[in-house]
Every structure is written in C-alpha cells, then in structure tokens.
C-alpha cells in the first residue's frame, strides 16, 4: 500500500502535477479549484458546468490519458454542443477523451457513451472522421469542429474532474 501510494505521487511529481498530501488526497471528494484540484477550473456555458483542467504542453494520447488517470480524472468529455463551446473558447488544438480505439468507426467517449453516426454528428469538419492510412484512432479540436488523428501524435490536452 505504502510503495503504491509512493508510486502515485512520485508519478504526479515527475508529469507535472503537484503531489497531493497522502492524507488528504481524495479525488472523489476534493473540490474543483481548490486542494489536490487547485489547477482545475469552473468552465460555465449555458446549464452546463465543468470541472477542467488545460495542459500547456503536448503528449501522446496514451500519455496525456495517463495523466489525467493518475489524477483521480479523465480526458475532457465535449458530448454536448454547450460542451463544445467550452472546448472552442481554448481556440487550441487540443486532445479530448473521445477515440475509437476499441472498433474502428465506433467512437466512445470516455464516460463509456457511444458517440453514434460520427460523422451526421455535426461536431465533426466535414468528412470526417476519415481514419487516414488506417492510423487516426484518436480526436482533437482543431479550428471548432473536431478530426480524428494518430493516438502516437502529440498535442495539447485536457483532463476534465467529474462533477
């Protein structure tokens, strides 16, 4: 237990994040903004409400997933167009949590809900999702429409605290 917990904040130490106190640490329950959550922000549009957090450097799809989990989140879930207009106001290119890594045309976000007819969507640019050369298992913002692309490529990301 001990080693695990050791683990666990020298990973976030290393990444980037700040290693939360062993006793308090909790991502259940610490609130966004404040605590282990001090570097995440209320993003408000419309009813809707998240709890995000903006990298401001790039990585792989693997790893920036990674970070987010050691963090007790997740890769940002944009399933909504008000979600959406959160995502767009970072006027980024940025990774989300939204892949098809599983089966190839079946887009899952990463709260476990299917993403159906990617491509009647409307939050794809047009002909996408295309799965160029086979490879683009993964998404991205790019301009305010989403695309697939490479998970081995690097890019700008956000982890995202459920509320």
């Not at 949590?97 to 491509?119: A, C």
Request: proline share 4%.
């Amino acid at each position: 237990m001990f080693l695990s917990i050791l683990v666990l904040i020298l990973y976030a130490t290393i990444i980037g994040g700040q290693a939360p106190p062993i006793d308090t640490f909790d991502p259940a329950h610490d609130q966004c903004g404040t605590g282990f959550f001090s570097d995440f922000k209320i993003e408000k549009e419309g009813d809707v409400i998240m709890c995000l957090r903006w990298s401001s450097w790039p990585n792989t799809f693997a790893g920036a997933k990674k970070y987010c989990l050691v963090r007790g989140t997740r890769l940002g879930v944009f399933n909504t167009w008000d979600k959406m207009k959160i995502l767009q106001r970072q006027n980024n290119v940025t990774l989300i949590g939204l892949d098809d890594l599983q089966t190839e045309g079946k887009f899952i976000w990463h709260n476990g809900e299917h993403l159906e007819n990617p491509r009647a969507s409307g939050f794809f640019i047009l002909n996408e999702p295309s799965n160029s050369e086979s490879v683009e298992d993964c998404v991205i913002l790019q301009g305010s429409l989403l695309n697939d692309v490479p998970c081995t490529m690097s890019y700008l990301f956000v982890c995202e605290k459920e509320l």
